[in-house]
């Protein structure tokens, strides 16, 4: 399963959850406005993917960047 960091209010974080949706990814989204240390971690590069491995993809990034992210 797969982590989408973002928060309520971030467009980019739309776009990322319609690709991750349109690839067909399992996901939970994750809103770091809800977390000070993931405030701090995330806050000026959302939406990020992140693994279960803790491998993680930084916006921008589009479907082709996202599959080759997915297959490892």
Do not use: K
């Amino acid at each position: 399963m797969l982590t989408l960091f973002g928060t309520s209010a971030c467009h980019l974080c739309e776009l990322a959850e319609a690709l991750l949706v349109q690839a067909g990814a399992g996901f939970e989204h994750v809103d770091i406005s809800e977390s000070d240390d993931l405030f701090e971690r995330y806050g000026t590069t959302i939406p990020v993917v992140r693994t279960e491995e803790g491998r993680e993809l930084n916006w921008p990034f589009d479907a082709q960047m996202l599959a080759e992210f997915l297959a490892g």
